[in-house]
């Protein structure tokens, strides 16, 4: 077998190694070159994807919050107005009182007492004032541990919650929400908001029969709810949510409800929250001391994420906005004549630029190439545990574009997906690596193509510099 390596010139041989010729499967001598021997990388460039992270509102976890130097993460809240509207037909039991009534019992008229119950409607409750809001909360039911991203150092958690002036949808971007310096005409950071919450408070629980119906919001600690799942609860301004329920049981009015924004305020990490958020609110009725009515709504979730863009010919990888690194792979060195058995293909990082979350299992890395036509094929990828550079596997998936579905055509190996860029010369083919998830930004630098060997990508590809004879 012969060793090809070189410069970025011709080949030469250093090295040969024999091969039994009654073996008729390597009629042809078998080489192996490597991009340290040859120019096979080119045109380190990053892809900014401006989107919206993740690509959907949801009303079940997971979500991003918080705010780092060189990344920050928002979370919109929007609430159902359709949902807020069925309070109008919720109807309770408010009052009792006893009247008189004349009856017939065993055949004498009789006069006896009877208990009646007026039932109301909680809209006719709420406009009328005959009961107030005793609690309003927002709930962040999960667990805010298993990822963090930034300063991993700083376990602090604070924000502050405002009342969205404008509406917005779920084709948002940051770029649409928000401008270069943060600033959104959504809500103001500077007005006094309708919640906070700060986890190293040293306030006692937030429990209702502490709270004065008609006080505002205050912050509460991070504790553990009846199941043992750590909670959230974020005190909100209960004239807020008052005003906020006669819009939405008020039919006019329900295009006055736009939704809710969490704003970090001095965290220096983001944190990622695996439970879904609600918005309790605590009804009782007026002079009563009786249990409260207690109703639970469900809030669809945004995540805005914004990350810095990449400089020129830098090969960067980062979820949220989707940075995704773009090499180009050259081939023309090897003869189109030549059979492709087998590659091996790394992607070194350069680990002092990089920020890794705090979970390294849990990074999700994808590497993929168009071939011909609405082909794609898609690499399973790792990160090395030292987090040295980027593993590529030998065998991909294949994809296809049918009936505006993508799906999957089998798989082909390493050697024959390269074998298909040999037999087509004179074409620079792009290899992307991207983000493979939208809940974790962790920003991975690669080694560029231009560095010496040793750092930069490798690939490494075994072939037949002629056709096997028969």
């Known amino acids: 077998m012969s060793v090809i390596s070189s410069c970025n010139d011709a080949p030469s041989i250093i090295g040969s190694e024999v091969i039994d010729p009654t073996d008729s499967t390597f009629a042809a001598s078998l080489v192996k070159v490597t991009s340290d021997s040859l120019p096979m990388f080119s045109g380190d460039s990053t892809l900014t994807e401006r989107v919206l992270l993740p690509l959907r509102s949801s009303i079940a ?6 705010s780092t130097p060189t990344s920050e993460a928002r979370v919109l809240l929007s609430y159902a107005t359709d949902e807020f509207a069925l309070l109008a037909t919720d109807s309770v039991d408010w009052d009792v009182y006893t009247v008189k009534i004349d009856t017939t019992i065993n055949g004498k008229d009789t006069a006896i007492d009877k208990s009646v119950k007026v039932r109301k409607s909680l809209r006719d ?17 999960g667990d805010a541990v298993p990822y963090r991203y930034g300063d991993t150092s700083d376990n602090g958690i604070s924000f502050a919650v405002y009342d969205l002036q404008q509406n917005f949808n779920a084709f948002a971007t940051w770029d649409s929400v928000y401008d270069a310096n943060g600033n959104s005409s959504l809500y103001s950071p500077y007005t006094v908001p309708v919640g906070q919450y700060v986890n190293t408070s040293l306030m006692p629980l937030l429990d209702e029969s502490l709270s004065n119906p008609n006080s505002a919001f205050r912050p509460d600690i991070y504790t553990i709810n009846e199941s043992g799942i750590p909670l959230a609860r974020i005190a909100m301004d209960k004239g807020y949510i008052r005003k906020l329920l006669q819009l939405g049981i008020d039919s006019a009015g329900r295009s006055k409800i736009y939704g809710l924004a969490l704003h970090p305020t001095g965290m220096n990490s983001i944190t990622r929250f695996d439970g879904t ?7 009782r009725k007026l002079g009563s001391e009786s249990l409260p009515w207690i109703r639970r ?6 995540n805005m994420v914004q990350t810095p863009a990449a400089a020129a010919e830098e090969a960067i990888i980062q979820g949220g906005r989707k940075h995704t690194a773009r090499v180009i792979l050259n081939l023309d060195a090897i003869d189109t004549s030549a059979i492709i058995f087998d590659g091996e293909l790394s992607l070194p990082i350069d680990k002092g630029r990089s920020i890794f979350g705090t979970n390294i299992v849990d990074q999700g890395v994808v590497v993929y190439s168009p071939l011909e036509n609405a082909d794609t094929v898609v690499f399973a990828a790792r990160i090395a545990s030292d987090r040295s550079r980027i593993l590529v596997s030998n065998f991909g998936q294949r994809f296809r574009r049918i009936e505006s579905q993508t799906v999957s055509v089998g798989v082909i190996s390493m050697g024959g997906f390269l074998e298909q860029y040999v037999h087509r010369p004179g074409h620079r083919h792009p290899i992307f690596i991207g983000s493979q998830t939208n809940t974790r930004l962790d920003r991975i630098y690669l080694m560029k193509s231009t560095n010496a060997p040793g750092q930069r990508p490798f690939l490494r590809v075994y072939y037949s510099n002629r056709k096997a004879t028969p």
């Open 61 to 66: 976890g997971p979500v991003l919050l918080g």
């Open 125 to 141: 409750a709420i406009l009328q004032d005959s009961l107030f809001i005793s609690l309003a909360q927002l709930r962040i039911n």
């Open 277 to 283: 958020i609600t918005l309790q609110v605590n009804f």
């Open 297 to 302: 709504f469900a809030l669809a979730t945004f």
